[in-house]
């Protein structure tokens, strides 16, 4: 057996301490804290039915078996939020996407926050389609509106966050893009990742015997004949493993190891922003599973990550039904014996068994041995529409790293109770994977990419604007942000009120893995006296997409305060070689630089005032040149309240061309006659030359002119 080396290090300190001629230390104190642990509870009938109207006298907790006092007690029940159409009725169409994005406004109620883990380090082809049903099932059956939804994928590819009904063509079209890493071996001296592990491991000679048998029986390396004559002689030591077997299976360990360190990395990175959020969280692993390893650190990690967010994981086996495996067929060889088949049935099931054991653990259940996974996921998603929030001190806690059992009853006969079974206690020795001087990353700031849920801590707005077609058929955008510098800290520095800003600002693509990052730091400086609240500081941030679908995420960190911001905007790059206009730029400030045209300022909102004009700048790609070279467009316009209710209109005017073809419109739109609301901006644009039109729809809101 392959044991990490045992460090004494307190014995030496104290016998030199006494060997010096001092006092020897005091005995060590582990040191202790007191906090909060909330345990999510879900209780069913043996249907799978949630039993609601329990109250916090019907609970028990116990702790390493020791019953504690819930001192917290709140009921969640996580309705829908509007009624289900009837059957055989088409859904109703999602609402538009929003043109701006915020961060702040009125706390929600707790809900429910599910992470969808595609797991493709760990998924073949064929298990790989069975995991996108399963998970297009669970959207369809197993989400309800205003549900928020997660999809990441262990091997990349994904990391899409969205809301239900709304996000749900954005993940369908994610998932579409997701593809298998693993592809199984056909090698006749192949081995299980079970087998695998427990001759490397552990060195099993039990199993590593087995193998061995099975090697032979394909003919894959038989025993020569100087090894049967040694073994005659008994010159070979009992429980000596064969070395072909033993290399075969350090190389079979170190690939399973490797890939399933990083699906580890992959669930503690979506577990660890699932924190600070007050929903029902769910974990929906769909894998083929892995081995249960206790020397691997990472199987803790991903439960202690999942205790601090007090997440459930539900593993959803792929394989269904599995069958032996194919290599111990008799196309393969001879007949094998019987207690061989046995093991071999036993050891794939043990292929499973730590994300079993991980779903076990933290509160959630397995859905494995079933081909029918379309109502194991549906179960997942009903199971979590009423559950229990309990909160208890578990006192003093020593520092040892030592798991402790949670265990939770209920006074109602005939109940299934489901509750994570523990958490790791806090440790004093950082191991080597968790040393944060080994991670060259900040947390701070990836734990906020990695959200699903907006963070609040500085306020933002976010927007994009399409603008015009460049090489290599993609398009300027620009990603425009705004944050509320007033909830940042600054410091006098020679009497200078100076702060700052770490930004990050990811757009990722829907279609596939194709990212762009933008990371900048921004200094601020304001003039000295209270700080005026809210006071909008604006970034503007230049990509070059191609068409498709997209989502933007910008991160903002004050690192004076560690205030954290985050804000997530979805918009679309249209096809560049059709006629359209590109994002029309509403604002109400325009700057007059000398001996150049006026320049429309960008905003990162849609709410302006009734005693200010609106402005209005658009461009017009795609259009067919005519006889003379350069195309010729007319554009209008009609001003009209989110009813419906036509309030103003200018009537379609040609757009005279500059001397290279660009077409270019800056209006002016007083708004001194209108009343606050919700109004749209229509802007019709026709192509002369080609006969073909289009037309683009921007709401924007009006206050009156004291901001109300």
Known sequence: MRRAP?????????????????????????RREVEIVKVDVVVTDKAGTPVRGLEREDFTVLEEGQPQTVQSFEVINAEPASSPSAPGSPAPPPPPRARVATNFGPEPAPGRTFVIVFDNLNLSPLNAQRAKGAALAFLDKGLRDGDRVMLAATGGGAWWS???????????????????????ESAYDRMTDFE??????????????????????????????????????????????????????????????????????????????????????????????????????????????????????????????ADLPGFYSAQFGGRIDENNVLSAIADTTQDAEGAVSLARDTGGFSISST????????????????????????????????????????????????????????????????????????????????????????????????????????????????????????????????????????????????FFRNDQKVDLERKPGPAVAPSWYTMVRDFELPAGGYQAKLVVRDPLSRRVGTVTLLFDVPPLDALRITSPILSDTVQFPPNAAPAVVLLARRTFRTDRPLFCRFDVSGAQKGPGGLPRVSAGHV????????????????????????????????????????????????DEVAGRGTSSVEPFTLVAADGR
């Open 6 to 30: 045992s460090v004494a290090v307190l014995p030496v300190l104290v016998l030199a301490a006494v060997a010096a001629g001092q006092e020897p230390p005091t005995p060590p104190v582990f």
């Open 162 to 184: 969205t809301r239900m009904p709304e996000g749900r063509a954005d993940l369908v079209e994610v998932l579409k893009g997701l593809d298998p890493r693993k592809f199984p």
């Open 196 to 321: 695998a592990m427990r001759v490397y491991q552990y060195s099993d000679s039990q199993v590593a015997r087995r193998v061995q048998d099975r090697f032979e029986r394909y003919s894959v390396r038989a025993r020569s004949e100087d090894d049967k004559e040694r073994e005659g002689r008994d010159l070979v030591t009992p429980g000596r493993i064969d070395l072909y077997v033993d290399n075969k299976a350090a190389e079979t360990y170190l690939k399973v190891r490797t890939r399933n360190r990083a699906t580890f990395a992959a669930l503690e990175r979506v577990l660890r922003p699932l924190e600070a959020s007050r929903d029902r969280k769910a974990v929906v692993f769909m894998s083929e599973g892995f081995v249960y390893d206790p020397a691997e650190a990472g199987y803790r990690r991903v439960v202690e990550a999942a205790r601090r967010a007090n997440a459930a994981l539900y593993f959803v086996d792929t394989r269904g039904l």
């Open 371 to 514: 081909n029918d996974l379309e109502s194991g996921v549906v179960r997942i998603g009903n199971e979590s529409s009423c559950y229990y929030l309990l909160g208890y001190a578990p006192g003093n806690v020593p520092h040892d790293g030592r798991f402790r059992r949670i265990e939770v009853k209920v006074r109602r006969a005939g109940v299934i109770v489901r509750a994570r079974r523990g958490y790791f206690a806090p440790s004093d020795v950082p191991t080597p994977e968790t040393d944060p001087a080994k991670d060259h990353t900040d947390p701070q700031i990836q734990a906020g990419l990695d959200a699903p849920a907006p963070i609040d801590g500085i306020p933002l707005r976010l927007t994009a604007y399409v603008l015009e077609s460049i090489a290599a058929n993609r398009a300027r955008v620009l990603v425009a942000g705004d944050a509320d510098v007033s909830r940042v800290d600054f410091k006098d520095t020679s009497g200078k009120l100076l702060g700052s800003l770490d930004t990050v600002a990811v757009v990722a693509r829907r279609e596939n893995a194709e």
């Open 639 to 686: 001003l009209r309240r989110a009813d419906g209710t036509v309030v103003g209109r200018g009537a379609p005017t040609d757009v005279a061309p500059t001397s290279i073809g660009a077409i270019s419109r800056l209006m002016q739109i007083p708004l001194n006659a209108l009343a606050p609301g919700d109004y749209e901006l229509v802007l019709d644009v026709r």
